[in-house]
T-cell receptor, first 111, second 114 residues
Framework: DQQVKQNSPSLSVQEGRISILNCDYT??????FLWYKKYPAEGPTFLIS?????DKNEDGRFTVFLNKSAKHLSLHIVPSQPGDSAVYFC??????????FGTGTRLQVFP | KAGVTQTPRYLIKTRGQQVTLSCSPI?????VSWYQQTPGQGLQFLFE???????NKGNFPGRFSGRQFSNSRSEMNVSTLELGDSALYLC?????????????FGPGTRLTVL
């Protein structure tokens, strides 16, 4: 049973445009969410996070939006750059302090 | 500051064998977590060790085990390997327990079971 879902396995966006990566979760007890970025042959690196008491967190070109009623979060990257091409994982922190990851979305930014 | 290191980076084993993977956390980090990454399943949590004690465990069979040493280095062991154990095994370290401080991931060990 996948508690954190990323329903789009891949996304292709033109350089300079906005990339929107989506993530849905099922457990209303999750209160902290994170996005990680992973390049091939490297481990994931932390990108941005959001607490459930907020609905938006912004860091440069990256913004995460949280809609608790819909149990949905999204990562916006604007403007998208070729170096953003990677696999993006969303993760939720369970009450047990386990990180529950989604299956990932492969973003490709083309010129 | 050196990052999280994992050895070996690549490993090929046959069914029924056992394997030990090693993870050296960032200096000063006391928590080490292990994850299995397979296509279509994302990263699945295996276990977390903090100050030599297993603090959390995922839903994996008992063939998967781990330990942490006094210097915070951690090993995970998989016995009686199955084909489905082929995956990228990632370890992550954090200063404190998961959820309290940020996790930093190593590059992973890619295990292939033939």
């Amino acid at each position: 049973d996948q508690q954190v879902k990323q329903n789009s396995p891949s996304l292709s966006v033109q350089e300079g445009r906005i990339s929107i990566l989506n993530c849905d979760y099922t457990n209303s007890m999750f209160d902290y969410f994170l996005w990680y970025k992973k390049y091939p042959a490297e481990g994931p690196t932390f990108l941005i996070s959001i607490s459930s008491i907020k609905d938006k967190n912004e860091d440069g070109r990256f913004t995460v939006f949280l809609n608790k009623s819909a149990k949905h979060l999204s990562l916006h990257i604007v403007p998208s750059q070729p170096g953003d091409s990677a696999v993006y994982f969303c993760a939720a922190l369970a009450p047990s302090d386990k990180l529950i990851f989604g299956t990932g979305t492969r973003l490709q930014v083309f010129p | 500051k050196a990052g999280v290191t994992q050895t070996p980076r690549y490993l090929i084993k046959t069914r029924g064998q056992q394997v030990t993977l090693s993870c050296s956390p960032i200096s000063g980090h006391r928590s080490v977590s292990w994850y299995q990454q397979t296509p279509g399943q994302g990263l699945q949590f295996l276990f977390e060790y903090f100050s030599e004690t297993q603090r959390n465990k995922g839903n994996f069979p008992g063939r998967f085990s781990g330990r942490q040493f006094s210097n915070s280095r951690s090993e995970m062991n998989v016995s009686t390997l199955e084909l489905g154990d082929s995956a990228l095994y990632l370890c992550a370290s954090s200063l404190d327990r998961t959820g309290v401080s940020e996790q930093f991931f190593g590059p992973g060990t890619r295990l292939t079971v033939l």
